[in-house]
């Protein structure tokens, strides 16, 4: 044991000095993390998508369609930018990027409504961006049913109903809607706690690939694993310990990030969120270890590293749903230890989740620290032979 | 011959002498084939199968029923009669309720009061409570959307029976219970597929990036071994840099207009995405892109000195990239800054454009600004890319 710490011990020293000769390393375990975090900070810093450019047709031109038309322009996401005379004018903008969506309120508009006759509003909205349909959706819609129900009230206290019998008459089911865990319906809320350890992932990868390729590419292997008395896991902690301290501090100031600059809420335990952060970097650490063990080559390694880290993504089922994905798909996202830490944070930060909730994903991470250290005998007979060293 | 003449004849055979080294180098370096052809090809049909079945349908729901009577077995009937959520569990207090959710076996809450048939046989107003999930916003917008419409519905009809009751006639009814109907319609992609939605952006910032860490990984390793010197012919001291930057980027580009061609085509057939604009504007369109992204990539691959530094350095970006392309996160939502300093990147453009051209049917003449930027974007790269060449010949040719 005592030998094993004192390998260890060298090879950090080998390594620490490894890592202030290389701009490299630092690029990629401070600055790059730090600016990725910065970036995503920055881009959520509104939160929510404001005054998206819409057209409005008005065929009537009278002050009850010019009333919904301002009604539609007050609500928080559409913008009524442009007053149109055709819906060929309105396709014609919608091409050329300029609007989102055409509202059309038809002749005799003002008229039908006088005169207690059911009349119609169309909503033209763009299928091409589904974000920006469902708040424009949502929003022109809540604006034209105001509206209407404003119009109904009129009408049942003319025949002679209290305002509040009106309101009974007008909406026999009132619905009281609670939005749990995100009542803001904040993008950087929703989308932060995704995209940042994302990135973070993407820094563990490629820094723990680089920092055991580089000894293969540069035909140093022998001499790192003789650094650490020829013992493969001495060797390894001793480089991986730095990457990892340092990956470590950049999962806190991601979390400090989240929580104190953005601003998601923290309903569950952090104690949870950090032992899942800690063991996701671990469990990439792990999976990039592997991968180089098993291709004996840097930029192999580095390509299916990324390839594998880049797709993490869409197989956490954060934007489209797994349950929505086809069966194989939905086996394939176990494969990535980000969809357990995705589904750490949605629990612990939004849904105030007990604990128990997380520990199965705690456990499904753990299996990816464990399994690929399998590949470490195989580590050791690369880094001896040197028919392994020196591959571009 | 004059001089003009022979310069010209010189300047084609470099040409030709760099193409047909761009083309040996990139098919004898897997690593380089892997980023340059196979990546596209992987990523677009692993992504599309991901998203394969398009639209999220029957989010299951519990209903917490203290009323049961038949009115509220009628609204919970609603619940089920549409695509997007059904009721898969009836707890019967919200504690149970909750359990469910953290497992999540359910993605919201109806919670129907004991009053509730009593109320509206009344008259008077019956409470219904949803509790909606939107840690998840595809989920939280499904079930959100299908129980609001149920029970503006449901709500609807007793009125207008309550009317009749009353002695209204039917359009009287009508009128006094919906005045203005309010009818939405979804363009280009009616049934909001998310393939249909993200695939082409994806698609589009796929063919940046790999362009990008490609030819910048050729470039890293020309550095690397000193590789730049073999353009040089034997018998001439240096090359030109203007036939070196045409030729490589040539090479690219005939690769990468067999994969678009794939992908923009059969691909886009197979996994049925919207395609409307015609062949020879989105032909245009992409050639247009392709210089840009090839021009910016040139420029960015003088920069590495290593092989593997542009896979370290750039495959982070490609996420950022795509949110500065406005698509999954709209524009409004970024600081105006932020969007435009993504107007550097040519996939901001292309990504715009590609989906104005194909899935929205714009014409050549409607996208003519992006067309018009990217050139700009292509000049102003090819010439960095002219420079950065030129720069990085010299240092090479100095440390020999």
Redesign the interface.
């Known amino acids: 044991m005592h030998g094993f710490l004192r390998n260890t011990g060298a090879v950090l020293r080998r390594e620490t000095e490894r890592i202030s000769r290389q701009p490299?390393y630092l690029?990629?375990i401070f600055v790059?993390p730090l600016i990725?975090f910065a970036?995503?900070a920055?881009?959520?810093?509104?939160?929510?998508?404001?005054?998206?450019p819409i057209a409005v047709f008005d065929a009537d031109h009278s002050s009850l369609s010019r009333k919904v038309t301002q009604m539609i322009d007050d609500t928080p996401?559409a913008l009524v930018a442009y007053e149109i005379q055709s819906m060929e004018e309105g396709e014609?903008l919608?091409?050329?990027?300029k609007i989102m969506a055409v509202v059309l309120i038809p002749e005799f508009f003002e008229k039908n409504?006088l005169s207690?006759?059911?009349?119609?509003?169309?909503?033209?909205?763009?299928?091409?961006?589904?974000?920006?349909?469902?708040?424009l959706?949502k929003d022109?819609?809540t604006a034209?049913?105001t509206?209407?129900g404003g119009?109904?009230i009129q009408?049942?206290t003319k025949r002679g109903l209290t305002e509040r019998q009106a309101?009974?008459?007008?909406?026999?089911?009132?619905?009281?809607?609670?939005?749990?865990?995100?009542?803001y319906?904040n993008?950087g809320y929703?989308?932060s706690p995704s995209?940042m350890p994302?990135?973070l992932m993407?820094?563990t990868v490629?820094a723990t690939i680089?920092a055991i390729?580089v000894e293969l590419?540069r035909s140093t292997a022998r001499e790192w694993l003789a650094t650490g008395g020829d013992s493969i896991v001495a060797a390894l902690a001793g480089k991986l310990l730095p990457v990892t301290g340092a990956l470590f501090l950049q999962a806190v100031a991601m979390l400090v990030i989240i929580f104190r600059v953005v601003g998601v809420p923290l309903n569950g335990s952090f104690a949870m969120v950090l032992a899942g952060t800690m063991l996701f970097v671990l469990s990439y650490q792990s999976i990039s270890t592997m991968l180089v063990a098993l291709m004996a080559n840097?930029?192999?390694a580095?390509?299916l590293g990324?390839?594998y880290?880049?797709?993490a993504?869409?197989?956490s089922?954060?934007?489209?749903?797994l349950?929505?994905?086809?069966e194989p798909?939905r086996w394939?996202s176990r494969l990535f230890p980000f969809t357990y830490c995705t589904d750490i944070y949605?629990?612990q930060m939004?849904?105030g989740?007990?604990v128990v909730?997380s520990l199965p994903d705690l456990g499904w991470m753990s299996l990816f620290v464990v399994l690929p250290l399998l590949a470490l005998p195989r580590l050791k007979r690369i880094c001896t032979e040197e028919k392994f060293w020196g591959r571009? | 011959m004059n001089r003009f003449t022979r310069q010209i004849k010189s300047y084609g055979e470099q040409f030709v002498a760099v193409v047909r080294n761009e083309f040996r180098t990139i098919f004898t370096d897997?690593?380089a084939l892997?980023?340059l052809v196979f990546?596209l090809l992987?990523?677009a049909t692993?992504?599309s199968?991901?998203?394969?079945?398009q639209?999220?349908?029957n989010?299951p729901i519990g209903v917490i029923d203290e009323s049961r009577t038949n009115a509220s077995r009628t609204?919970i009937e609603t619940f089920n009669a549409g695509p997007n959520t059904y009721v898969a569990y009836d707890p019967t207090n919200m504690e149970e309720a909750k359990e469910l959710?953290?497992?999540r076996k359910i993605y919201g809450i109806v919670y129907i009061p004991s009053d509730y048939e009593r109320q509206?046989l009344g008259?008077?107003?019956?409470?219904?409570?949803?509790?909606?999930?939107?840690?998840?916003?595809?989920?939280?917008?499904q079930v959100?959307q299908e129980?609001?419409t149920t029970?503006?519905a449901?709500?609807a009809m007793?009125?207008f029976r309550?009317l009749i009751a009353r002695g209204a006639d039917i359009?009287?009814a009508?009128?006094?219970?919906?005045?203005?109907?309010?009818?939405?319609?979804?363009?280009?992609?009616?049934?909001?597929g998310?393939g249909?939605?993200?695939m082409p952006a994806i698609i589009m910032v796929i063919i940046q990036q790999t362009l990008l860490i490609g030819i910048g990984?050729i470039g890293g390793?020309w550095r690397e071994l000193g590789l730049y010197g073999k353009l040089c012919p034997l018998g001439r001291r240096r090359m030109s840099t203007l036939p070196i930057v045409l030729g490589r980027a040539t090479a690219y580009a005939l690769i990468y207009a067999v994969t678009t061609t794939y992908i923009l085509g059969l691909h886009y057939k197979l996994f049925h995405y919207?395609d409307n604009g015609t062949t020879g504007a989105v032909v245009l369109f992409m050639a247009a892109y392709l210089a840009a992204c090839i021009a910016l990539s040139l420029a960015v691959s003088t920069l590495f000195r290593y092989?593997?530094?542009s896979?370290?350095?750039l495959?982070?970006t490609?996420?950022?990239v795509l949110?500065l392309s406005g698509?999954?996160?709209?524009?409004?939502?970024?600081?105006d800054w932020?969007f435009d300093f993504g107007q550097l990147f040519p996939s901001s453009h292309g990504v715009?454009g590609l989906?104005?051209i194909r899935?929205?049917?714009?014409?050549l003449g409607?996208v003519l600004p992006e067309i018009k930027t990217l050139l700009i974007l292509t000049v102003v790269y090819g010439g960095l890319a002219l420079i950065g060449t030129h720069v990085v010949i010299g240092r090479e040719t100095r440390e020999k």
Do not use: C
């Open positions: 490299m690029t990629l790059l990725s970036f995503f920055l881009l959520f810093s509104k939160g929510v998508a404001r005054d998206i996401t014609r919608m091409r050329e990027g409504i207690n006759t059911q009349t119609h509003i169309e909503n033209y909205v763009t299928g091409a961006n589904i974000t920006v349909n469902g708040l959706s022109i819609q034209v049913t509206f209407s119009i109904q009408l049942l309101m009974a008459q007008l909406m026999p089911v009132r619905f009281n809607k609670h939005v749990l865990f995100n009542p319906i993008y929703y989308l995209f994302m990135m993407i820094f490629m680089f390729g590419k840097l930029r192999l580095l390509s990324g390839g880290s880049v797709l993504f869409t197989f089922g954060l934007t489209f749903p349950m929505a994905m086809w798909m394939l949605v629990d939004m849904r989740a007990p909730y571009m | 897997e690593g892997l980023v990546a992987i990523y692993t992504y199968l991901a998203y394969g079945s639209v999220l349908r989010v609204l959710f953290f497992q509206l008259g008077s107003q019956a409470n219904v409570a949803l509790y909606a999930d939107a840690s998840y916003f595809l989920m939280y917008r959100f129980i609001v029970i503006g449901t709500g007793v009125e309550r359009p009287q009508q009128a006094t219970t919906q005045p203005v109907i309010y009818q939405s319609h979804n363009l280009f992609n009616p049934y909001l998310y249909s939605f993200v990984m390793t919207p092989r593997e530094n896979l370290l350095l495959l982070w490609s996420i950022p949110m698509v999954s996160f709209p524009r409004e939502g970024m600081p932020l715009n989906i104005r899935t929205m049917g714009a014409s409607e």
